[in-house]
């Protein structure tokens, strides 16, 4: 027999005598609480009834439950419409935790209705069956407002510079297939000529400045096209909205900033020991703030450190180890076991807003020399770009983790020769022999001293 293995509980798991759950909607909210009965059959006591999703009433619905003893609150993550729940709920003192929809599916055959939802939500957090989601504190949250709008408002300027490209396509005008991209200081200049009246191709390639200067003549036929009068209008209403956006995510930026720089656990500390807001921001300083401790990740800019703050948050406690906060994010594949067959499944989703900064930094890390670029060459080798992007985005990952877990540590690039200074003479010496002698040769080792 296999000796028995002990395995501690998680937190959240453990018996509430009093709990509540709200199963959310976006005008009201099913409430059911459930606390010892008084009878002396031991029997528990349920009170279910309908509360409306305004400030008022959740207010009033927090004083009741802190009157009746409730130890623990559980809401149901319905689209965004948990939040007026959890917030009130929150500052009433309650604690409250935030559950996936999925985690909390009714039993098939059982009639859904909220009021059944209700119920079946209270039975399985009193048993401490649940397991609660992350939601990050107050400042964290506020900062999420200005990173995710900021996120969306780039991805509306990105389609409106494919809706100016695919309107030069329609004019005739090729520059696209000249100029990497028609976001540049030379297409600009070109496109506010056409704009102006300007159709000799020969004097908008002479806008050109830079390194497109060398590429004048392809830029004179590809400007040789239809551009009429009403292709000028519809390109200055787009360039207009890209540069009003453009104002809008510098402003949004700076406001982020701003707000990570009120946050004390994002502060750094001076050589003096100074610490503040201010603080930190020395290369030589003994802790460098948040943002600059990410900034030193290859392939990491401030913008992106701002989203993955705004995301995790600064507290690692949060998650305990870094495999943890992997496992969150779902930056690694599912194990699943029957039996003695284990198997793999692909990742889930994981959160969009910080797959996307952890995927830009990877793809920019794996362009360069340095430890992260080499590492993604070799797996690229093996298990192709994908994969190997997705393995970088989870190295990525654990550095943040390591780097926010302790404010100061700092980051160190390994080389692109780590792996190679790691692997043994004789370990390479013997891989070339195998290989020589899978042909058909006999291989006969001579030290390059004793050969000379």
């Not at 039993?107 to 209700?118: H, I, L």
Request: with cysteine; hydrophobic share 40%; proline share 4%.
């Amino acid at each position: 027999m296999e000796q028995p293995q002990e395995v501690e509980d998680e937190a959240y798991e453990r018996v509430w005598e009093r709990v509540a759950a709200v199963d959310v909607a976006k005008a009201t909210g099913v409430v059911c609480t459930r606390v010892p009965g008084d009878g002396p059959s031991g029997r528990r006591s349920m009170h279910v009834w309908t509360v409306n999703a305004t400030m008022s009433a959740v207010t009033e619905l927090g004083d009741h439950l802190r009157c009746q003893g409730i130890e623990v609150v559980t809401v149901e993550s319905t689209s965004d419409y948990w939040r007026v729940w959890y917030v009130v709920l929150e500052a009433a003192g309650l604690k409250v935790q935030l559950v996936n929809a999925r985690s909390v599916k009714n039993v098939p055959g059982r009639a859904k209705t909220d009021k059944k939802d209700a119920v079946w939500l209270a039975k399985l957090t009193e048993r401490g069956m649940l397991r609660p989601s992350f939601v990050p504190p107050y400042d964290i949250r506020r900062l999420r407002d200005y990173t995710r709008l900021r996120a969306d408002l780039v991805h509306d300027r990105a389609r409106h510079w494919q809706r100016l490209e695919k309107l030069l396509e329609r004019a005739l005008i090729k520059v696209s297939s000249v100029a990497s991209t028609l976001d540049t200081q030379s297409v600009r200049a070109m496109l506010e000529a056409m704009i102006a009246g300007q159709r000799s191709p020969k004097i908008l390639a002479d806008l050109a400045i830079g390194k497109m200067r060398a590429k004048r003549k392809e830029l004179a036929e590809a400007l040789d096209g239809k551009f009429e009068d009403h292709h000028g209008e519809l390109a200055r209403v787009l360039l207009d909205q890209i540069d009003a956006l453009t104002a809008q995510i510098d402003q949004l930026s700076a406001r982020a900033g701003e707000l990570i720089a009120q946050i004390p656990a994002a502060w750094g500390v001076d050589a003096d020991g100074t610490t503040g807001p201010d603080a930190g921001k020395d290369p030589d300083a003994a802790v460098l703030t948040a943002v600059a401790r990410l900034d030193e990740i290859t392939g990491c800019g401030i913008i992106s450190a701002q989203a993955i703050i705004a995301e995790t948050g600064l507290d690692m406690s949060v998650f305990g180890t870094a495999g943890r906060l992997v496992s969150w994010a779902k930056r690694c594949p599912q194990t699943r076991q029957s039996g003695k067959k284990n198997t793999s499944a692909p990742p889930g989703k994981g959160d969009p807003w910080l797959n996307g900064p952890l995927g830009e930094i990877a793809a920019s890390a794996s362009r360069t020399d340095t430890f992260l670029g080499e590492r993604y060459r070799r797996l690229a080798r093996r298990r192709g770009k994908r994969k190997a992007q997705a393995a970088i985005a989870r190295s990525i990952l654990v550095i943040i983790f390591h780097l926010l877990a302790d404010p100061a540590a700092r980051f160190h690039d390994l080389g692109s020769g780590y792996y190679d200074e790691r692997i043994s003479a004789e370990r390479k010496i013997r891989s070339h022999v195998r290989q020589l002698e899978a042909l058909g040769l006999t291989v006969t080792i001579t030290p390059a001293e004793d050969a000379a």
